[in-house]
């Protein structure tokens, strides 16, 4: 996977790379391709026709201190919360990337190193 996916997606980053200020969406498409895989790799299993359930729980594995970080800040029903984080990242990235060619409409994509945002409507927290 570190081949196939991530050292490319490292290199669409690179200030060197000329087209990098264009390259955020192919950076997030090849990222996006390894929750699924990391977790049929880690399982031994395939992931056909189980592909959302796969992706949620490679997700999960890779943030594995999600549901903590959403602990500190003040979500009581942590791992819910977390679930429904990579719920929304399959449909709204994955998915709209790969069926649809691009995001869907709950994804905000910013410049910058910071973590990503959640909305804390009433059924997160």
């Known amino acids: 996977m570190n ?67 959403l602990r500190q800040h003040g979500y009581a029903d942590a791992d819910r919360v977390a679930g429904n984080i990579a719920d929304e990242v399959y449909v709204h990235l994955r998915c709209g990337f790969f069926h649809e060619g691009g995001t869907k409409y709950k994804l905000l994509i910013r410049e910058g190193h910071g973590s990503f945002g959640l909305h804390a409507g009433q059924d997160n927290r």
């Open 3 to 69: 081949g196939w996916l991530l050292l490319h997606a490292h290199a669409l980053f690179d200030e060197a790379y000329r087209f990098r200020k264009d390259a955020g969406f192919a950076i997030l498409m090849l990222t996006t391709a390894y929750f699924e895989p990391i977790e049929s790799y880690y399982t031994g299993q395939s992931s056909n026709r189980r592909s959302k359930e796969f992706f949620r729980r490679g997700f999960l594995r890779v943030f594995s201190g999600l549901p903590e970080t």
